[in-house]
Structures are given as structure tokens and as C-alpha cells.
């Protein structure tokens, strides 16, 4: 899913960036971390200064729940705040899986 989002921006003229644990291999630009870090988040956003931002969240099931509960909770907290924090304000999609916060 995330090869063929980066392909269809990129194909569209978009410069695609990113942040992960791991480096995907068709980023344009990347920085390497994790979501809840605030300070690599400040960094990232105030080089890339985006208009439109995507936070997919495929983390279903981990042996270490508070971890996932970070990741999908806290990491988009972090991320609003840093992007409030620099004064940007661009389209950001989220998504995830009903199992993470209920089918409703």
C-alpha cells in the first residue's frame, strides 16, 4: 500500500518524504524515527514544511500493547502538536484498522 501511495504522488509531480523506524525504499527524502518523538518530528516538518501529510498505521497485533497504543495514539497526538507548534497547516490523512479503536 505505502509503494503504491508514493509511486502515485511521485508520478503526480509530488516530492514525497517520510518518517518510519525503518527506511522504505522508495522515499524520496527520509528521516528516520519513531512517531512519538517529538524533537525528529520538529525537524522533519520544519525542512519539509508539507502541505499534505499521511500517518498509516499498520500495526495490528503487538506483543507489547502500550507500544501500539503509542504508535497509534500518542504518535498522531505528537505529530498534531509538533504541526501546530511550527504553524503549518497542511491536509493530513489518518488511518488505521477498526481492531485498533473499535468497529463503532
Given at each position: 500500500m505505502l509503494v503504491?501511495?508514493?509511486?502515485?504522488?511521485?508520478?503526480?509531480?509530488?516530492?514525497?518524504?517520510?518518517?518510519?523506524?525503518?527506511r522504505p525504499f522508495r522515499l524520496v527524502t527520509f528521516y528516520k524515527g519513531n512517531?512519538?518523538?517529538?524533537v525528529t518530528l520538529l525537524q522533519a516538518l520544519a525542512e519539509v514544511q508539507p502541505s499534505a501529510g499521511y500517518?498509516?498505521?499498520?500495526?495490528?497485533?503487538?506483543?507489547?500493547?502500550?507500544?501500539?497504543?503509542?504508535?497509534?495514539?500518542?504518535?498522531i497526538a505528537t505529530l498534531l502538536d509538533a504541526i501546530l507548534e511550527i504553524g503549518l497547516r497542511p491536509t493530513l490523512l489518518v488511518a488505521s484498522y477498526s481492531t485498533v479503536y473499535g468497529s463503532g
Open positions: 503504491g501511495i508514493i509511486d502515485r504522488l511521485t508520478e503526480k509531480g509530488w516530492q514525497v518524504s517520510g518518517s518510519d523506524c525503518k512517531i512519538c518523538d517529538r500517518h498509516l498505521v499498520w500495526l495490528l497485533k503487538s506483543e507489547r500493547p502500550r507500544w501500539s497504543y503509542a504508535v497509534h495514539v500518542l504518535g
